[in-house]
């Protein structure tokens, strides 16, 4: 079955320091993946998908990802953190054979000190 | 342009009722998704309907069921309500039903008391 780990349930950052949020998936071929960043009480907001060609791709707000393929990974990363960037990080993966659904992992809260 | 768009906002039922939740879509947008989020969990994928028809169905029992209507605008139904379906529901919209993005809308938060 299709599987996305997000390791880390929380990290803690210290603004102005770099960040990277890590994301595993299993899945026989590659699929699409996607990032998402969910602030309290709101819905999800896309932060950079990948479907194919540059492995590293550029996002919204700074962030940046790069697929690698050997590992089964996606990881999200930013090279200075703002205060703002404080908020629940989704990683998830596009499956079309099951009903074009998307497959998220069970999220990443970032917590930003001053 | 206006996002996704879902109402109610918030909504609280007993076990044992029934819930409609609805969405609008983004404007020519043709398919909506359907997700339930628990608290502290990743969004699960409900339903995925396109163009009125399902597309994709996940791994819900048959009190959930949705549709889909000629103006694109979906509604979700719960029967039966358990203390368990109390989440936060998103709906999603995207253009065609594979191969782009899918744009969220800020959800309705359903208690089940």
């Known amino acids: 079955a299709q599987s996305v780990t997000q390791p880390d349930i929380h990290i803690t950052v210290s603004e102005g320091a770099s960040l990277e949020l890590r994301c595993n998936y299993s899945y026989g071929a590659t699929p699409y993946l996607f990032w998402y960043v969910q602030s309290p009480g709101q819905g999800l907001q896309l932060l950079l998908k990948y479907f194919s060609g540059d492995t590293l791709v550029q996002g919204i707000k700074g962030f940046e990802a790069e697929f690698k393929r050997s590992q089964s990974s996606f990881n999200l990363r930013k090279p200075s953190v703002h205060w703002s960037d404080a908020a629940e990080y989704f990683c998830a993966v596009g499956f079309m054979e099951y009903g074009n659904k998307l497959v998220f992992g069970a999220g990443t809260i970032l917590r930003v000190k001053s | ?113």
């Open chain 2, 1 to 113: 342009d206006a996002g996704v768009t879902q109402s109610p906002t918030h909504l609280i039922k007993t076990r044992g009722q029934h819930v409609t939740l609805r969405c609008s879509p983004i404007s020519g947008h043709k398919s909506v998704s359907w997700y339930q989020q628990v608290l502290g969990q990743g969004p699960q994928f409900i339903f995925q309907y396109y163009e009125k028809e399902e597309r994709g169905r996940g791994n819900f029992p048959d009190r959930f069921s949705a549709r889909q209507f000629p103006n694109y605008s979906s509604e979700l139904n719960v029967n039966a309500l358990l203390l368990g379906d109390s989440a936060l529901y998103l709906c999603a919209s995207r253009v065609a039903p594979t191969g782009d993005e899918q744009f969220f809308g800020p959800g309705t938060r359903l208690t089940v008391l």
